[in-house]
């Protein structure tokens, strides 16, 4: 993530998502941290999905 649009973007996207609570999305970390219970597999898809479309990068996604 490198700008506040693509922040706003991902955060919209994760929050549609069933089981997320909530969504912080971090610029200068460049990592989003969703609470909830939701598919992470799902999560990354969908992030993957619109990232390819805008030409951006979804490179991990870290599960806990």
Not at 19 to 31: A, Q, R
């Amino acid at each position: 993530m490198t700008c506040e649009l693509c922040s706003n973007a991902c955060t919209e996207i994760l929050k549609a998502m069933p089981g997320v609570l909530d969504v912080e999305c971090s610029i200068e970390k460049k990592e989003i941290i969703v609470t909830g219970q939701a598919d992470s597999a799902a999560m990354f898809k969908k992030l993957e999905k619109w990232s390819k479309e805008n030409d951006k990068g979804v490179v991990k996604l870290i599960s806990a």
